[in-house]
């Protein structure tokens, strides 16, 4: 199978149910979205985290990929194939490794700023990339049926990032760099 197939040339991409939209559609955007995610927990991933982080952040991945085909393949008209769709097990998945980071975390006291380790920096980094790849699939269900579970995986994801960036640091021994609201600028 060759990479380059010349039928985006005219600047329109072909959705998985046959459809023609251009590049610059909503839906293309939103998807476009989730795989600049995706690339972004790759870099996290490439950073050699810690377990239970390492085997996480796959499973992330592969469902960021599931994600990305959903978006891909518009209910009206179906798809031409079997697409697989997020489903709640993906946010079950994401609520109990929140709740595990939790429990051995400090309970948090204050608002907390990026950084910490280069793997934190790439969750914190994933977790803004989330929150707009959220909105924009929050526009698109205005206008197309997109489900409920890519919303709410998407929200629970960005709350699954900030906690593992956080977590990433206390594996480390890194304490939370909190927001000093009072910082002197001299």
Known sequence: ?????????????????????????LRVECYGTVDELNSI??????SSPKEPLK????VISNLLFNLGSDLASPYNPPPKFNVTRLDATSIIFLEKNIDKYDIELPPLRNF??????????YLHQ????CRRGERLAVELSKTEIIG????????????YLFTAARYANFLEGIKDNEWNKELSYE
């Open 112 to 121: 907390i700023l990026p950084g910490g380790t280069i793997l934190s920096g």
């Open 148 to 159: 409920n579970n890519p919303l709410i995986f998407l929200n629970r994801l960005s709350d």
């Open 1 to 25: 199978m060759k990479i380059y197939t010349k039928t985006g040339d005219d600047g329109t991409t072909g959705l998985f149910n046959g459809q023609r939209v251009t590049k610059s559609s």
């Open 126 to 129: 994933a977790r803004t990339v």
């Open 41 to 46: 927990i790759g870099l996290a991933r490439s």
């Open 55 to 58: 085997q996480h952040l796959e």
